[in-house]
């Protein structure tokens, strides 16, 4: 048997069905820590993809999904919670095998993204409209939150059940049906998942999954003229077709993008708790995430001891097979992306910047796509490793003199995803959250996320927010009914009054 014939054959989830491209196409997912095929799936084109939308269109109007009474979709989101609490393990080991991320990541991150569910299953039926004060006395009007229709998501590799659930839990708790395409390098727990949503007990084609490229696919999947939303999270160039695409069926869009997000550290920090802030904002998931803090702003005065510190836990970090526990940091999903790495920080030394850690591949055993913990020390924000985003496991590092040195460098940005501000001056504290340019702000800490809490970005690191008290409404349009209370007839429109 060759390798191909046996790798896992998934296939693609449409109306409740399960199958094959219409023309048979497939393609391989490679795992990161060997670099072999280990999953085969199937590859979308345009008629599978107007499969998938058909069937969620008609889900979208099917009494079934569209007279289901908000509480009861609220039951069947807690149940999918449940059944992903259930299923974590499984799910998780999925999830590191097809992109690389430690098992410790994707088991922390997997178990807990049924509070995801639970989150919206609680939001589902509090979708409240409003009555309006009208200025006129024989009218009565109210409004009401009425779901798009069918909503494309659209889903990187670094992380891929959770950037499903932030799409997926509010999209449904509002009504609207979904067409998932998971990335091309890691689809394999999003077809899983499926499973679960059949068990749970969505109709068919309440929810689907295609699978396949961006080119094509999810190309295909954002210019259909029945998708009415598209939730896109991915890199630049995709954003920019996507928004292209959009613009044939005017569906709304979120956008969330990469970052190039500051970790500034203040001469009165505690410079062991910024250490390993730092540590897991650019090396956990081997820095491929959105908002990785790879760009480290530290004061003159605590320059060196920050440094020096940061360099001896950085020595230490265990690099090795995502599947092993005491692994701490994994390989870079892909060998583009290893590639890519390689690229920056050599063209970083170019430019003047000082090797301080890292910057060759790891040594791990096995054809693996590991790189290693890098740290560059920098004297220009210009220097192309502080403007563009590598999605590696590299951290530039630059020093500043005042608080508005630090705030100049932090706004430098073409990016405003993530900042970290590391100080025990509160008044600072909230001068720089005010002023610092970015979706999100962490105060002595790093990466905290949680369903109450919104994600997105400024500038070009995207427009619209995943979760949060308004995620839900994002997936909605609002209505507004005017009602006649008036005891007379209606006059005549061209009779004045
Ligand atoms: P990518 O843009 O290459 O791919 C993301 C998804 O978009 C994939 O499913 C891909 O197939 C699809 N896609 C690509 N081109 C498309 C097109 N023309 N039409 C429709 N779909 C298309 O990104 P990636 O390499 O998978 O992920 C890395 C990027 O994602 C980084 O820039 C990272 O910062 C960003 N990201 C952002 C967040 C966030 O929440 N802000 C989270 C994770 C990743």
Known sequence: MSITQSLKQYQMFINGQWLDAHDGGRFDSLNPANAQPWASFPHAQEADVDAAVQAAQNAFENPAWRNLHATARGKLLRKLGDLIAAN?????????????????????QIGYMPEFFYYYAGQADKLEGQTLPLDKTDMFAYTTHEPLGVVAAIIPWNSPMYLTAVKLA??????????????EHASATIVELMHLVKQAGFPDGVVNVVTGFGADTGSALTKHPLVRRIAFTGGGQGAKAVVKNSAENLAQLSLELGGKSPNIIFDDADIGSAVNGVIAGIFAASGQSCVAGSRLLVQNA???????????????????DPMDPSSEMGPMATQPQLALVERMVASALAQGAQLIHGGQRASVAGDGWYYEPTILAVESNQCSIMQEEVFGPVASIMRFSDEAHALTLANDSEFGLAAGIWTRDNARVHRMSKAV?????????????????AIGGFKASGYGRESGIDGVKDYTQLKTVWINTSSEPMVDPFTMR
């Open 88 to 108: 974590k393990q499984r799910l998780a080991q999925l999830e590191s095998n097809d992109n690389g991320k430690l098992i410790r990541e994707t088991l922390g």
């Open 170 to 183: 509010p999209a449904l708790a509002a009504g609207n049906t979904v067409v998932l395409k998971p990335s």
């Open 302 to 320: 605590v320059y060196d001891e920050f440094l020096s510190a940061l360099k001896t836990r950085v020595a230490s970090i265990v690099i090795g």
């Open 437 to 453: 340019q970015a979706g999100i702000i962490w105060v002595n800490t790093y990466r905290a996320v949680s369903p109450m809490g």
